[in-house]
Each structure stands twice: as structure tokens, then as C-alpha cells.
């Protein structure tokens, strides 16, 4: 069964720094490209980044550029979100996904991990 | 304000059939596929609709997807009250080289 359990998500304040993590298991980890999705409280949902399988191709969105780093660990089945300077604007439910295909859906997500930035 | 447009609501009875529309441009529809989420309350989303008209396993043959142009359209015949939840479009984005979605359509079975 493929699962996605993100986690490091909290209480930041404003200009902080956090580390969010999505264990993957129950498929075969290093062939897909995997992404972080967002979704601020009451709102829609936002792409945050994607990392392909082997980490060459690495994309972010505007809102988050030069703020956010995304990696992953295919030897241990993880991927990575490192965000700083964080602002109010970041709180969010942050969700890892799976991509299907390339450039195709997110077929698998996980249960997301919530970050509160607030003074 | 979403790269992709959709109507913040829509509505049906139980049995009926109804489309949500997603709007957007040559840039993102027009070039590329529409996938569809479906997010009911409290949980992740969930792949509903990919590549325009393709169904994952286990999604009923009561949702399909098209796409025409720079627009595309998801259908729910014989709605059920579990179909309530908010609907998402969303599809690739040449000029910002980055994943677009729609702002959520919120279906309620009356």
C-alpha cells in the first residue's frame, strides 16, 4: 500500500525557520517525482515545489523562491522541505505528494502536516 | 486570485447531474492535460480525474472530465450526498514552469 506520512510541522514565528518531512513506503521511491502542495486555513490549494526521481529537476513557485529548499533521500524513501524566513502568508497544511507520471497528476497524498507562522 | 478560474460554488439534488467549469489560457490548458481533485472535508485531496478524462481505479464511472481550448469541465451524474466536497482543476503552467490549480469549487447535494 503506497503511504505518504509528512512530518515537522508547528509553531514558528515570523523570519523562523522549519524542516517538514514525507516518509515514503509501498512503492518503489527513487522512480517518481514527488512534490509539496499547500493549503493556508479556508483556502484552495497551492503548488509549492516538485523534485524529480534523481533531483535534477527541481521547480518552485514564485511565493516561495529562494525561501524554501526541496530535497529528497531516496535511500531512505524521504523527501524534504527546508523553509525559511518564514512568513504569516506560510501557514498552511502542507502536503507531500506523488506524481503519477511525468508531468502528469498526484496520485497518492499524504494526511499533510500543519505549519503555524505566528508571533 | 487563481490562474485557473472555476465558480466558487455549485449545487444538486441526489440523482441530478452537474459540471463544474475551469477556465484558463493557452499557457496552461491550452497546452497541457487537466487533472481533477476531489477534497472532502478535513481530508487530503484525492485524484478524481487525470489526463482531461482519465479515471484512477476506484473512482466511480459517474465523474468524467473534458477539455476544449483553454477550458475544461468536470461531470457528476447521479450525484450522491457523498459527493459533496470541494473540487479542484489543476494542470501544468508553461510560462510560470510550475503546477496550477483552480480556487476550489464547493458542491453541496441539496
Known amino acids: 500500500e503506497v503511504q505518504l506520512v509528512e512530518s515537522g510541522g508547528g509553531l514558528v514565528k515570523p523570519g523562523g525557520s522549519l524542516r517538514l518531512s514525507c516518509a515514503a513506503s509501498?512503492?518503489?521511491?527513487?522512480?517518481?517525482?514527488v512534490i509539496w502542495v499547500r493549503q493556508a486555513p479556508g483556502k484552495g490549494l497551492e503548488w509549492v515545489s516538485s523534485?524529480?526521481?534523481?533531483?535534477?529537476?527541481?521547480y518552485y513557485a514564485d511565493s516561495v523562491k529562494g525561501r524554501f529548499t526541496i530535497s529528497r533521500d531516496n535511500a531512505k524513501n524521504s523527501l524534504f522541505l527546508q523553509m525559511n524566513s518564514l512568513r504569516a502568508e506560510d501557514t498552511a497544511v502542507y502536503y507531500c505528494?506523488?506524481?503519477?507520471?511525468?508531468?502528469?497528476?498526484?496520485?497518492?497524498w499524504g494526511q499533510g502536516t500543519l505549519v503555524t507562522v505566528s508571533s | 486570485q487563481s490562474v485557473l478560474t472555476q465558480p466558487p460554488s455549485a449545487s444538486g439534488t441526489p440523482g441530478q447531474r452537474v459540471t463544474i467549469s475551469c477556465s484558463g489560457s493557452?499557457?496552461?490548458?491550452?497546452?497541457?492535460?487537466v487533472n481533477w481533485y476531489q477534497q472532502l472535508p478535513g481530508t487530503a485531496p484525492k485524484l478524481l480525474i487525470y489526463r482531461n478524462n482519465q479515471r484512477p481505479s476506484g473512482v466511480p464511472d459517474r465523474f468524467s472530465g473534458s477539455k476544449s481550448g483553454t477550458s475544461a469541465s468536470l461531470a457528476i451524474s447521479g450525484l450522491q450526498s457523498e459527493d459533496e466536497a470541494d473540487y479542484y482543476c489543476?494542470?501544468?503552467?508553461?510560462?510560470?514552469?510550475?503546477?496550477?490549480f483552480g480556487g476550489g469549487t464547493k458542491l453541496t447535494v441539496l
Open positions: 523534485i524529480s526521481s534523481s533531483s535534477s529537476y527541481i
Open positions: 489543476a494542470t501544468w503552467d508553461d510560462s510560470l514552469n510550475g503546477w496550477v
Open positions: 493557452s499557457s496552461n490548458i491550452g497546452s497541457n492535460t
Open positions: 509501498g512503492f518503489t521511491f527513487s522512480s517518481y517525482t
Open positions: 505528494a506523488r506524481e503519477l507520471d511525468t508531468m502528469t497528476a498526484f496520485d497518492y
